[in-house]
């Protein structure tokens, strides 16, 4: 019945055996190197990849550092600005008073000194008006009066009169 299809049985058990034994030296020499290449080749890709996804996870926190950091250092630069300006005030409000108190002492200095000045030119007033009055009393009445008790007199009648016109 094989032979009517031409097929010849001893050979085609020849060929069978050598198909199979082809397919198990291929699949032994073949094959599964093949497969464990693409094996290997997956498993650098697949590492490839996780590898690649750990880079970026960790990019993703290295921005969020350096945004965190940015952040303290611009918060940190305002404090500086912050006491720089209060310090500036400060010494602002430390040179006014230094000011006012320096204005303050040369104005009582000065007050001081006119008062000494009037009461030095009142004196002087005083006294040039006793001599005055002396010599203008020694005028009239024609003879020496005594100096001392003149003067006494005089200043006597001027305290008088200056202290009812200070009241």
């Known amino acids: 019945?094989?032979?009517?299809?031409?097929?010849?049985?001893?050979?085609?058990?020849?060929?069978?055996?050598?198909?199979?034994?082809?397919?198990?030296?291929?699949?032994?020499?073949?094959?599964?190197?093949?497969?464990?290449m693409l094996d290997q080749r997956a498993a650098k890709i697949k590492e490839g990849l996780e590898e690649a996804e750990r880079m970026r996870a960790e990019?993703?926190?290295?921005?969020?550092?350096?945004?965190?950091?940015?952040?303290?250092?611009?918060?940190?630069?305002?404090?500086?600005?912050?006491?720089?300006?209060?310090?500036?005030?400060?010494?602002?409000?430390?040179?006014?008073?230094?000011?006012?108190?320096?204005?303050?002492?040369?104005?009582?200095?000065?007050?001081?000194?006119i008062d000494r000045e009037r009461e030095e030119s009142f004196n002087q007033l005083r006294q040039e008006f006793a001599d005055l009055a002396i010599a203008a009393a020694e005028k009239v009445i024609g003879q020496a009066v005594d100096k001392q008790a003149h003067q006494r007199l005089i200043d006597e009648?001027?305290?008088?009169?200056?202290s009812s016109n200070k009241n």
């Open 59 to 113: 990019a993703v926190r290295a921005e969020e550092v350096v945004k965190a950091e940015i952040e303290a250092g611009r918060k940190q630069g305002q404090a500086i600005v912050a006491q720089a300006q209060q310090t500036a005030e400060r010494v602002k409000e430390e040179a006014r008073a230094a000011a006012r108190q320096e204005a303050e002492s040369l104005i009582a200095r000065a007050r001081t000194e």
């Open 157 to 162: 009648v001027l305290e008088k009169g200056l």
């Open 1 to 36: 019945m094989l032979d009517k299809l031409g097929i010849d049985p001893p050979s085609l058990v020849a060929f069978l055996i050598n198909f199979f034994l082809l397919l198990g030296v291929l699949t032994l020499v073949l094959y599964k190197p093949v497969t464990r």
